[in-house]
């Protein structure tokens, strides 16, 4: 049992920390919880107290650990359990952030923050379903709650819902027209509803309620570029780097970022890649212009393209993300390049710029033989990891009873999925590369031996653009925002033709078109 004096100095304390808190000296109530939980780490009410007040800031993470040590002497203290549910949520843990708030909701079930602590944790974990019935009971329990409605409305959006989910996001302003958050998801759910300019007015009023809003301005960018607004779209897109999305935290380089204003000549500049690997296949191609302008181009790329980019034109140097860098003076993120060489339109620099290595072309050109009939190469699915990934995938079976007999049928992928391996059973005429794939440079060796490649929208359609090859791309009526919105042909690769779904989900307009070119090709 702890000395009464300790346990009457510990009352003191804690009573000064909430007088410091009660006055808006934050800081100083941090300083005093932390000073006690030194002496008395395993105090509930020090735990407790700092606990939350470290959430309250944000400082998930340091959070936890307190929060963990009070609920571990109190199981039942419904409030520790919910922050804590945050805390796991915050730090990508949602298994644990569901668990801390079913916890929570046994003790509590009428707490509208636990509701949606779950429900956003069942939407991570992709229990959509759960996840909505799990955010309706918390905007139940809090009608006149704008966030709530929010909540609501992205989960019905993600499920297809659209109409519905602006329903509740316009009701949700109805109550606070002022809600940032609620424009923002506003704009998004405007541009699933194919309405892109009113999303871009919904983004402009986020941002002009919020000046400091990323989500907004990135969000908005995406939209421009997806109408063909380049110049205002790359302005918009910058803001990338300050969302709280680790794919887009900036690299800590104590060189600083080239903003397009120091003279190149005689420096060395870092070119880094970014997010997938079409991306960086992609921006790849301004390198020469960087070049151009006198610098010694070092590029760092994922270790599966270093091979492939061996060559490019313009780069000295190649190195795989993961391994020491070379001395240079200054960086950039590839897609930032249109922006800050001043050349946002994507025709100034177009393809061919990537050759498949010599030694690599020679090998696959000996391991496919003499041809017999046109080459077409097929892509049918891209990482199953990627947000739109149900979207632009197709399957075989899908592709497969559009293919006509008289052409030579290759898959160019690298990963062949489960639901696919039967229907390539059936097709004996496809030869399955998969195995014999190892990086990028052996796909754009394959690649470039096709006479047509048939692709959704993945990497090594990249590849096939940046090769020049004549291209067949298939995309959801919803695309990448690179392949704007119309047009058949597309300004980044002119050798490729898009064939585009006229209704989100359905292939067959796309894929009749594309069989009445391949009974072309397979005719002459």
């Known amino acids: 049992m702890q000395d009464p004096a300790v346990e009457a100095q510990i009352a003191e304390l804690l009573g000064l920390a909430r007088q410091a808190y009660d006055a808006g000296r934050v800081a100083d109530c941090e300083t ?12 509930l009410e020090v735990n407790r107290q700092l606990g939350i007040l470290l959430a309250g800031r944000g400082a998930f993470q340091a959070a936890r650990e307190p929060l963990e040590d009070a609920v571990q002497a ?28 079913d916890r929570s909701l ?34 139940a329990l809090s009608p006149r709650d704008p966030a709530m409605l929010v909540n609501v409305a992205n989960v019905l959006s993600d499920l297809g819902r659209h109409a519905e989910a602006l329903e509740h996001l316009e009701r949700a302003l109805a109550l606070d027209p002022r809600l940032a958050t609620a424009e923002l998801n506003l704009g998004n759910v405007l541009q699933r509803l194919d309405r892109y300019e009113d999303a871009v007015a919904a983004y402009s009023r986020a ?35 300050r969302r709280d999305v680790a794919a887009f935290r900036p690299r800590g380089f104590s060189q600083p970022l080239w903003r397009g204003e120091e003279d190149l000549a005689d420096r060395t500049i870092l070119l880094h890649g970014e997010q997938g690997f079409g991306d960086c296949i992609q921006f790849a191609r301004y390198a020469r212009e960087v070049a151009r302008r006198g610098a ?21 140097q190649v190195v795989r993300r993961g391994d020491p860098l070379p001395p240079f003076d200054l960086h950039i993120p590839l897609m930032s390049l249109p922006l800050v060489l001043g050349q946002p339109e994507p025709s100034a620099y177009p393809a061919p710029y990537l050759a498949a290595p010599a030694d690599r072309l020679a090998a696959w050109t000996e391991r496919l033989g003499p041809k017999t009939a046109p080459r077409v190469g097929l892509v049918v699915s891209g990482r199953p990891t990627h947000g739109n990934d149900r979207n632009r995938s197709l399957g075989f079976a899908a592709l497969s009873p559009h293919l006509p007999a008289g052409l030579g ?22 030869r399955v590369w998969a195995e014999a794939l190892g990086d990028f440079a052996d796909t754009a060796a394959l690649t470039q031996l096709m006479d047509l490649v048939v692709s959704v929208d993945t990497s090594v359609a990249h590849v096939a653009g940046a090769l020049s090859r004549p291209t067949a791309l298939l995309l959801p009526a919803q695309p990448d925002w690179r392949w704007g919105l ?28 594309l069989a009445a070119d391949l009974a072309a090709l397979a005719g002459a």
């Open 296 to 316: 010694t181009v070092i590029l760092e790329v994922e270790p599966a393209l270093a091979a492939l980019f061996a060559d490019l034109p313009g780069v000295t």
């Open 207 to 241: 941002v002009a309620l919020d000046p400091d809003f990323a989500d907004a301005y990135a969000n908005r960018g995406i939209c421009r570029l997806l109408l063909g607004d380049f110049a205002a779209g790359w302005r918009d897109y910058e803001w990338r780097w």
């Open 409 to 430: 049928y290759h898959l160019l992928q690298r990963e062949v999925r489960d639901r696919d391996r039967d229907a390539l059973a059936a097709r004996p005429d496809v």
């Open 32 to 43: 005093i919880l932390v000073g006690l939980r030194a002496i008395a780490s395993t105090n």
């Open 486 to 513: 119309h047009a058949t042909d597309t300004p980044w690769y002119p050798g490729m033709r898009l064939y585009r779904q006229t209704r989100l989900g359905d292939w067959d307009d796309p894929l009749r078109a």
């Open 74 to 101: 109190d199981p039942n203290d419904d409030v520790a359990l919910f922050v804590l549910s945050a805390c796991a949520f915050a730090a990508g843990d949602y298994q644990a952030a569901l668990a801390y708030a």
């Open 106 to 139: 046994r003790l509590n079930a009428g707490s509208a923050d636990a509701h949606g602590n779950r429900g956003n944790a069942l939407l991570r974990l992709g229990r959509l379903d759960e996840a909505l019935d799990a955010l309706i009971a918390a905007q």
